[in-house]
């Protein structure tokens, strides 16, 4: 992208942080939520892959910088009330750090989560741990 929109008029947090959904570009299944903040947004949209920011690491999440599951983003679009993303990518491999290609696995059945997919990857191998 040759110039960057003005990512100040966004609606961030209290922490600077926005809501970012990943969605399989050609497919339309949504993959993950993640949150970005206005520097890793701006990475993002320069580079073309996916960068988020991890609350739980306090640091910039760059997808696949260990996994080596990359997200190549194809389009990044703002929601109507400017406070939520949609990035539209290309998933290399699966997105979810559980080793299951989308976060959303857990479906409310009968009172309780039920698992609907199963990994397709052992976490192990994608982290090394």
Same mark, same amino acid.
């Given at each position: 992208?040759?110039?960057?929109?003005?990512?100040?008029?966004?609606?961030?947090?209290?922490?600077?942080?926005?809501?970012?959904?990943?969605? &399989?570009?050609?497919?339309?299944?949504?993959?993950?939520?993640?949150?970005?903040? &206005?520097?890793?947004?701006?990475?993002?949209?320069?580079?073309?892959?996916?960068?988020?920011?991890?609350?739980?690491?306090?640091?910039?999440?760059?997808?696949?910088?260990?996994?080596?599951?990359?997200?190549?983003?194809?389009?990044?679009?703002?929601?109507?009330?400017?406070?939520?993303?949609?990035?539209?990518?290309? &998933? &290399?491999?699966?997105?979810?750090?559980?080793?299951?290609?989308?976060?959303?696995?857990?479906?409310?059945?009968?009172?309780?989560?039920?698992?609907?997919?199963?990994?397709?990857?052992?976490?192990?191998?994608?982290?090394?741990?």
């Amino acid at each position: 992208m040759e110039k960057l929109p003005d990512l100040a008029t966004l609606k961030y947090n209290e922490q600077g942080l926005i809501p970012a959904i990943a969605q &399989q570009y050609d497919t339309g299944e949504v993959l993950m939520m993640a949150w970005m903040n &206005q520097t890793s947004l701006a990475e993002t949209l320069s580079t073309g892959v996916a960068c988020y920011w991890s609350r739980s690491r306090n640091r910039f999440w760059r997808k696949g910088e260990s996994s080596g599951q990359v997200q190549t983003v194809k389009a990044v679009r703002l929601d109507c009330d400017k406070d939520t993303l949609l990035l539209l990518v290309d &998933q &290399q491999g699966v997105a979810c750090h559980t080793g299951r290609h989308n976060c959303f696995y857990l479906e409310a059945q009968d009172g309780s989560w039920k698992t609907i997919t199963d990994p397709e990857i052992d976490p192990e191998e994608l982290y090394g741990k």
